[in-house]
């Protein structure tokens, strides 16, 4: 059983797959949808809307965290080569920045929330645009280190254990 924890699969994981991606899709849902209630909510005045958005920026708060455990744990195991070592680095950058906005913003809201639950101020949701843009830049990143780098992909996870990449 030990075993199966300290081997590596294809993926050089000890897991049969990234967790990483699974994780941060939700958390990449959870604050679109967050915005995109509170917008529907601040013009149409249905304040449930706000609680849906609320709960939301609140739960992803929390899986940004998991999400930053897991891809900080696969990309150590990640053996970037030279060429997507940069791109990998900022996504780590952005990635912790986010976790930063997002918990700041959840307890912005929060304190919005508990002086009125009814109404959002429009700069809560210039906020959240600025949000849902830096998760987009963060989404690109991503997609770069899978797509285009290919890391955890067998092909690429065998090319660096031969020494084809540096």
């Known amino acids: 059983m030990l075993d ?7 993926h050089n994981l000890p897991y049969p797959d990234t967790l990483h991606p699974i994780v941060v899709h939700f958390v990449i849902a959870m604050v679109v949808f967050a915005f995109f209630c509170d917008v529907l909510g601040y013009f149409t005045g249905k304040a449930r809307l706000f609680e849906v958005g609320w709960w939301n920026m609140f739960v992803a708060t929390i899986a940004i965290f998991v999400a930053i455990i897991f891809g900080q744990f696969e990309a150590g195991l ?6 997507a070592k940069s791109v990998l680095n900022i996504h780590t950058l952005i990635g912790w920045s ?7 913003i959840t307890a ?3 304190v919005i929330r508990s002086h009125n639950p009814q109404k959002l101020p429009i700069h809560y949701l210039a906020a959240g645009f600025i949000l849902v843009a830096i998760v987009g830049v963060q989404v690109y990143f991503g997609d770069q280190l899978v797509w285009v780098y290919g890391l955890h992909t067998v092909p690429v996870v065998e090319a660096v254990k031969d020494g084809m990449l540096p």
């Open 78 to 83: 990640a053996q970037p080569y030279d060429v």
């Open 98 to 104: 986010l976790s930063g906005i997002i918990a700041a």
């Open 108 to 110: 912005w809201r929060y």
């Open 4 to 10: 199966f924890f300290t081997s590596l699969n294809d």
